[in-house]
């Protein structure tokens, strides 16, 4: 890999910033073999018969265990009829950035075929997912949990959880992936969905967690969804956030936690209450309908069933920038490593570029499309990376999409978007949205610190 490869920073609904991440030595780690055959099949989350992505069978696919350095070898059957591309959030590439799952650094797995991905949990921990990154097929599964685990010398900032439970939670639609992008193409939204999944459950057929009364848990709670902000709550009982996405946070009780499209998070819940069931419960946010599914905290001497109302849900968007201003990194905490994670002194870097980025939907040639600064992304048919490592021409330019929203933002045409940033320098990216709908970015391979955010408009 040169360092060119560095410069460039690619935009679609996600954006990612290209960057060859160093040479790592595996060796004396171990190594955790997977093979996964992925296929449709019919699942029945809300009720309703429909087409499934599943992962050796499974829906959602298996959870990946790992601990802190391991390799993974995973070994992909594609046995869909279309093209299958897996974005490994929070997990690295052993040796570059090819494989980290986003198109334009990682070429799908044809049908029929299959692709091993070879990636490192290096320097990781915390709770992760794995998701399909194309063609709307995360509307239909193929996603999972990653779980990354200290290493056994290193010290974390509670005590071990009695166990440690996923909740991979999402709305979804009755409509698989195909007819979803054929609404798009008809020039229509895909609209609200039509229920809120927990691991897979829909509101009929709601899943039980046991409990043993006195004992803390671990819950790593992940928005596998696809448009709606979520808020997680508990009758009952209160919620000690942990730990963000492989950081380690200060460590504060929320009575509910509001997860973004994208985001995983984890809470210890510690079983104090009269041993009774009690509704774990899920909620759509910022839409002027609630869907709402639970799940059922059972605890192991339960004197009976849980009563009682549903908590509420937050109502206001101000409530919810509020809680996430609220949470800080606990920089004295180790993460991979014994050191404290440190912190950022973001006022004293020297920033080299100043990128504002805004979210529009729009038609174009009567499609329903969504772009960033008047740009709707096109994938090529040559991937930009392979353009850019052998230099063809004619596949992408740079400079194909401005820095700052264009006059007529909404005005949306359509290229394979591609800026440029140079090596080593830091970038501050404003991320804008005017539009009425929650906007979520994949920001992937690079460091990112989160300097700042409010409602209003942003002004140097
Ligand atoms: C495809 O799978 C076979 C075994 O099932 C394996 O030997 C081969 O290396 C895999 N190919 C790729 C490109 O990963
Ligand atoms: C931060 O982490 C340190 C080290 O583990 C711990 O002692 C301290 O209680 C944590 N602080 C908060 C506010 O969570
Ligand atoms: C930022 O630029 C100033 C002036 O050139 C320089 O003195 C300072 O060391 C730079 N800060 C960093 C963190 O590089
Ligand atoms: C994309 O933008 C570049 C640079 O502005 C332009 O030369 C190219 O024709 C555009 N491609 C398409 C498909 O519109």
């Not at 448009?227 to 460590?251: A, C, D, P, W, Y």
């Not at 499209?261 to 009774?276: C, E, H, I, M, N």
């Not at 009976?304 to 109502?315: F, V």
């Not at 709908?437 to 409602?455: C, E, K, P, R």
Request: aromatic share 10%.
């Amino acid at each position: 890999m040169r360092t060119k490869n560095c410069q460039l920073l690619l935009l679609s609904a996600a954006v990612a910033l290209l960057c060859s991440a160093a040479v790592f030595v595996s060796a004396g780690n171990p190594i955790r073999n997977f093979d996964w055959t992925v296929t449709y099949g019919e699942i029945q989350p809300l009720g309703v018969k429909q087409r499934g992505i599943l992962i050796n069978g499974k829906f959602p696919g298996p959870t990946i265990q790992a601990v802190t350095n391991d390799n993974l070898i995973i070994n992909v059957h594609n046995h869909l009829d279309e093209p299958f591309l897996i974005s490994w959030s929070g997990i690295q590439n052993r040796k570059n950035s090819y494989v980290d799952g986003v198109y334009g650094t990682t070429c799908p797995i044809p049908p029929g075929q299959n692709y091993t991905y070879k990636l490192q949990a290096k320097d990781q921990i915390g709770t992760f997912y794995y998701f399909p990154s194309l063609a709307f097929h995360k509307a239909a599964g193929g996603f999972g949990a990653i779980n990354v685990l200290s290493r056994p010398m290193i010290p974390v900032p509670f005590a071990p959880p009695a166990d440690d439970i996923n909740f991979l939670v999402g709305d979804w639609y009755r409509t698989d992936h195909k007819a979803l992008r054929a609404k798009l193409d008809r020039g229509h939204k895909i609209g609200f969905p039509h229920g809120v999944l927990i691991n897979g459950h829909g509101p009929h057929s709601p899943p039980t967690f046991t409990f043993q009364s006195g004992k803390t848990y671990r819950l790593r709670v992940t928005n596998v969804g696809l448009q709606n902000s979520l808020n997680f709550r508990i009758q009952g009982h209160n919620l000690k956030l942990v730990e963000v996405e492989g950081t380690h946070t200060v460590q504060t009780v929320y009575s509910s936690l509001d997860v973004h499209v994208g985001q995983s998070l984890s809470v210890l819940v510690t079983a104090d209450q009269p041993a009774k069931d009690y509704r774990i419960v899920v909620s759509t946010r910022f839409a002027k309908k609630v869907l709402t599914s639970t799940a059922t905290l059972h605890y192991q001497n339960s004197d009976g069933p849980a009563s009682g109302d549903i908590p509420n849900s937050p109502k206001k968007i101000s409530w919810s920038i509020k809680q996430a201003l609220s949470i800080r990194t606990n920089s004295t905490a180790s993460a991979a490593r014994p050191n404290p994670q440190g912190s950022y002194h973001y006022g004293q870097v020297n920033i080299t570029r100043t990128i504002i980025l805004q979210s529009a939907a729009a038609q174009v040639d009567r499609k329903q499309r969504y772009g960033i600064n008047g740009v709707s992304f096109v994938h090529p048919d040559t991937p930009l990376k392979l353009a850019d490592h052998f230099n063809i021409p004619g596949v992408f330019e740079v400079g194909s999409i401005p820095y700052a929203p264009p006059a007529q933002p909404r005005k949306l045409h359509l290229n394979a978007s591609v800026m440029e940033t140079d090596y080593r320098t830091f970038v501050e990216i404003v991320f804008q949205n005017r539009e009425k709908i929650v906007q979520t970015y994949h920001i992937n391979g690079h460091s990112f610190w989160v300097a700042g955010m409010d409602l209003g408009v942003w002004k140097p």
